[in-house]
């Protein structure tokens, strides 16, 4: 794929967005809501988990239960400032890489999540079928995405408030890179791309700011929990957590398998101390500051 025919890409590079949107932002209850949303959903425990858009590590300690944990992510600043929180033990693995290009043989995952990672993904369908591709048959896929028909937006709707239509399949951009998608389209790009939709969640349902200042973040995040377990009835926040499974079979891994060239697809990769060379087209990808760079 040419340079000019890949999906754009929103880059975090440089960044603060963890200070500025969460630690600095007053969101400790849309943060608490999907915690409790991952705790229900995730396995208890796990060989190897693959978690799309880590950023700076927010989500990345509830995942405590996998044995390994690989943040991905394309801004090489939000994999430093996570591996400054978290370390760099042989639990994490840090790479800096497309989500539409991910560098890694088939099957190798037996879970990934993709968090707050599909509303700045134009080609939304593409991005779910690169997880497919690494997940191992009946591996777990946890997806956020941002819900085009929330109470919210249906409303303003109503009122001639905006011009969009919330009931309509089409992903809505509201802001270059920033989209919202109606339920059943996400659910059938789940279904194309072989996986099985086992539950749903809402999450965020009080997302607004005179309750946030006025409604204590620990009740709102009760209530939360309590409307989330509609989310197989009806998803009308706006937030929605799918837990799905890999249908179908997945490549036999060889032993010591693990990346792949996302240039030519080439498994014949030698890692030296500063790069890894691809053996088949003669790229060589940097390790920059223990985080492989793969774009």
Same mark, same amino acid.
């Given at each position: 794929?040419?340079?000019?025919? %890949?999906?754009?890409?929103?880059?975090?590079?440089?960044?603060?967005?963890?200070?500025?949107?969460?630690?600095?932002?007053?969101?400790?209850?849309?943060?608490?809501?999907?915690?409790?949303?991952?705790?229900?959903?995730?396995?208890?425990?796990?060989?190897?988990?693959?978690? +799309?858009?880590?950023?700076?590590?927010?989500?990345?300690?509830?995942?405590?239960?996998?044995?390994?944990? &690989?943040?991905?992510?394309?801004? *090489? /600043?939000?994999? %430093?400032?996570? %591996?400054?929180?978290?370390?760099?033990?042989?639990?994490?693995?840090?790479?800096?890489?497309?989500?539409?290009?991910?560098?890694?043989?088939?099957?190798?995952?037996?879970?990934?999540?993709?968090?707050? &990672?599909?509303?700045?993904?134009?080609?939304?369908?593409?991005? +779910?079928?690169?997880?497919?591709?690494?997940?191992?048959?009946?591996?777990? $896929? +946890?997806?956020? $995405?941002?819900?085009?028909?929330?109470?919210?937006?249906?409303?303003?709707?109503?009122?001639?408030?905006?011009?969009?239509?919330?009931?309509?399949?089409?992903?809505?951009?509201? &802001?270059?890179?920033?989209?919202?998608?109606?339920?059943?389209?996400?659910?059938?790009?789940?279904?194309?791309?072989?996986?099985? *939709?086992?539950?749903?969640? /809402?999450?965020?349902?009080?997302?607004?700011?005179?309750?946030?200042?006025?409604?204590?973040?620990?009740?709102?995040?009760?209530?939360?929990?309590?409307?989330?377990?509609?989310?197989?009835?009806?998803?009308?926040?706006?937030? *929605?957590?799918?837990?799905?499974?890999?249908?179908?079979?997945?490549?036999?891994?060889?032993?010591?398998?693990?990346?792949?060239?996302?240039?030519?697809?080439?498994?014949?990769?030698?890692?030296?101390?500063?790069?890894?060379?691809?053996?088949?087209?003669?790229?060589?990808?940097?390790?920059?500051?223990? +985080?492989?760079?793969?774009?």
């Amino acid at each position: 794929m040419t340079d000019e025919s %890949r999906p754009k890409i929103c880059d975090y590079e440089g960044s603060d967005y963890q200070t500025t949107f969460w630690d600095d932002g007053q969101r400790t209850y849309e943060d608490g809501a999907e915690a409790v949303a991952l705790k229900r959903l995730l396995p208890k425990s796990g060989r190897l988990l693959l978690e +799309i858009g880590a950023g700076a590590g927010r989500n990345t300690p509830r995942y405590d239960g996998f044995d390994r944990i &690989v943040l991905l992510d394309y801004s *090489v /600043t939000q994999l %430093r400032q996570a %591996r400054a929180r978290l370390g760099s033990g042989d639990k994490y693995i840090y790479v800096a890489a497309d989500a539409y290009r991910l560098p890694f043989v088939g099957g190798l995952f037996d879970c990934a999540t993709m968090i707050r &990672v599909l509303h700045h993904m134009v080609d939304g369908q593409k991005a +779910i079928e690169q997880v497919r591709a690494v997940l191992a048959a009946n591996g777990t $896929f +946890i997806l956020e $995405f941002a819900n085009k028909l929330n109470l919210k937006s249906i409303l303003r709707y109503a009122l001639r408030k905006q011009d969009w239509n919330p009931f309509t399949p089409e992903p809505i951009e509201f &802001v270059e890179l920033n989209l919202n998608f109606h339920p059943k389209t996400t659910r059938k790009w789940l279904e194309k791309a072989r996986f099985n *939709v086992l539950r749903q969640l /809402t999450v965020s349902h009080f997302r607004i700011g005179i309750l946030k200042k006025l409604v204590p973040s620990r009740l709102l995040i009760a209530a939360d929990s309590i409307a989330s377990l509609t989310g197989d009835l009806w998803q009308l926040s706006p937030s *929605v957590f799918v837990k799905s499974k890999a249908l179908g079979h997945s490549p036999e891994l060889e032993k010591g398998q693990f990346f792949k060239c996302p240039d030519c697809e080439s498994t014949s990769l030698m890692e030296e101390e500063a790069q890894i060379h691809c053996e088949s087209c003669g790229k060589n990808w940097p390790i920059e500051d223990g +985080i492989y760079v793969f774009k």
